[in-house]
């Protein structure tokens, strides 16, 4: 939790951005019947009944310092989809970057392995040399900020049914480019000091 809370502190260097990092599954939904539209005193009307089309996976990456996000949609979220993302982000968002700073949870498929699973191992090496990586604790996902990002996504673009990948992929690239244009950021308030008086229970007692 200390190490993440550091992270924290770091002022904004373009050298080093700090990125956050998490995931979610969205349950795609199809409609039955065609939905009647709104009208002059008469809401939109949806049947009760639904299709399931199957699950999507989100990828977010977030930096809060520079109110940056990108949201990648992928069928599945396995050790390859997520080495794949995480290339992107470096090759692509941030080729210049001496190191990118990725504070993620500690999901199995979110480890070095996982690069070394998906490229050879000289490429899957020069990535690595590009991460600094920190994990948020066990049951401490709260101390990611991608995850209030990705619960601001949830409420504002993915409350709805959302019957296949593609629609999912154009709706929250609207979502995502409005929120960039925005330059819409997030500053971390909680610190070492406030976690050592309000978590004292979390930590070893030295009491005789």
Known sequence: MEDVL??????????RPQVCM????????????????????????YDYEYIREGVANLFIFFEP???????????QRTRVDWAL?????VDVHYPQAEKVVLVLDNLNT????????????????RLV??????????????????????????????DRRIPNPEHLGHEV???QAERNQAQTAMHWRFTTA?????????YPSLEP
């Open 85 to 89: 993302a995480v290339r992107e982000l």
């Open 6 to 15: 550091e992270v924290y502190t770091r002022p904004f260097d373009p050298r």
């Open 65 to 75: 310092l520079a109110g940056w996000r990108e949201v990648k949609v992928t069928e």
């Open 173 to 175: 690239a609207a979502w």
């Open 129 to 158: 040399e590009k991460l600094e990586l920190h994990y948020t604790p066990k049951h401490g996902s709260w101390l990611n900020m991608a995850e209030s990002e990705l619960s601001i996504l949830a409420r504002q673009c993915l």
């Open 194 to 202: 406030d976690a050592r008086i309000r978590l004292a229970r979390l």
């Open 22 to 45: 998490d995931e979610l599954s969205k349950q795609l939904v199809g409609e039955t019947r065609t939905p009647c539209p709104a009208a002059p005193g008469q809401p939109a009307r």
């Open 110 to 125: 979110h480890s070095i392995g996982s690069l070394y699973e998906a490229f050879p191992p000289a490429e899957a090496r």
